[in-house]
């Protein structure tokens, strides 16, 4: 019965090899809501990664997990929306945020116009049998067999897995084509350890010269020692204009003190900016520019202190989602030597599409 927080991944550089740490099996990294799925008879949970319920924003997934999953089962997987042309379907991850929504009527349209469909990839439970202190190979092994009847269209889908190393490297690098955020590999002798980062996960890893727009202040800053929350990045679209991609934020606390005085001389007013008229939002938009809330905000100061956009810094993301970094950006080094308005989003790599329909159809 929930809470039951799920076992994690701790990361890792490269697809290891299982003749060096043992045998692993690998799958896809799915970019979605975490989620465990709870059903016993006509009851059904789902539960988000930090335990809170996500039940009432995907009626249509509880409606796929009575017509399409064992009786009385606990799974662990991944919810996620799909978007695109037949052919050409990949991941959305905004279009999930936008699911999570305080108003029933609004719940019950974006379940009929963004359906949202589940992969599972562990079992916990079915029936009266207990499987979180059994090693992944027996709980993959009653998993596949519980879910060999689900059809291809879903919206339940069992992910693919391999122990071929070879293979999981062809898909880190083809599958992202399709908006998936990696690999992971499992120890395939290793019991399911709640909350414990027993798993692994290799992650798509680029850097970008982005330009210095603005900078926040940490939660912790004072006037008295003031201390960088973090960096707000930008790039030139095709038509010049500089828009937010995305924050560096990791930095320790004497680097965070340090850099306050750096950047102090490029303080200005943000009249003077090109992201003066973005202040006149009240809400959320579609570029998610600096300064607006959101439901994911909950109301936190979202301000900024504007910086001329003159200097260039070099970053390390993992992939994109629409026009900006899905995560944190990692600071690598100043560029000096790069100007500013030569960095656009035109450096950045885009991914051959792949067919996200294809992954989910092709099990093991």
Known sequence: MPPVRPMLAKSVTGVPDPAKVGPLSFEPKWDGFRCLVFRD????????????????????????????????????????VAAGPPGS???????????IHPADSRVRMLAETTPAGFVAFDLLALGDTSYVDR??????????????DLPDA???????????????????STFEGAGL???????????????????????????????????REHKTSTPERPLLGSLLLGLHDADGQLQHIGVSASFTATRRAELMDELAELVCPIAEHPWGSWQEWAIANPDRVP????????????????LRP???????????????????????????????????????????????????????
Not at 45 to 58: A, D, G, H, I, V
Not at 333 to 338: I, S, V
Request: proline share 6%; with cysteine.
């Open 154 to 172: 879903g919206p339940c889908h069992l992910t693919r897995t391999t122990t071929d190393p070879v293979e999981a490297r062809a898909w880190f």
């Open 181 to 215: 955020d990696g690999v992971v590999a499992k120890p395939l002798d290793a019991p399911y350890v709640e909350n414990g980062r027993t798993m692994l996960k290799i992650k798509h890893e680029r850097t970008a010269d982005v330009v210095l727009a603005g900078l």
């Open 41 to 80: 008879g006509d009851e059904v949970e789902l539960t988000s990664r930090n335990t809170k319920p996500l039940t009432r924003y995907f009626p249509e997934v509880v409606a796929a997990v009575l017509a399409q999953l064992p009786e009385r089962c606990v799974l662990d997987g991944e919810l996620f």
């Open 89 to 99: 379907a990949r991941l959305e991850f905004e279009v999930l945020q936008e699911r």
């Open 310 to 364: 003159e200097r260039v810094l070099e970053v390390k993301y993992d992939h994109m989602e629409g026009r900006r970094f899905r995560h944190t950006a990692h600071f690598l080094r100043w560029r000096p030597d790069r100007d500013a308005a030569s960095c656009g989003y035109d450096q950045l790599d885009e991914p051959d599409g792949y067919d996200l329909s294809a992954i989910l159809k092709n099990r093991d």
């Open 135 to 148: 090693p992944f190979s027996e709980r993959r092994a009653a998993l596949a067999d519980a879910l060999a």
């Open 291 to 306: 300064g607006t809330q959101s439901r994911w905000s909950a109301g936190k100061d979202l301000s900024f202190t504007p």
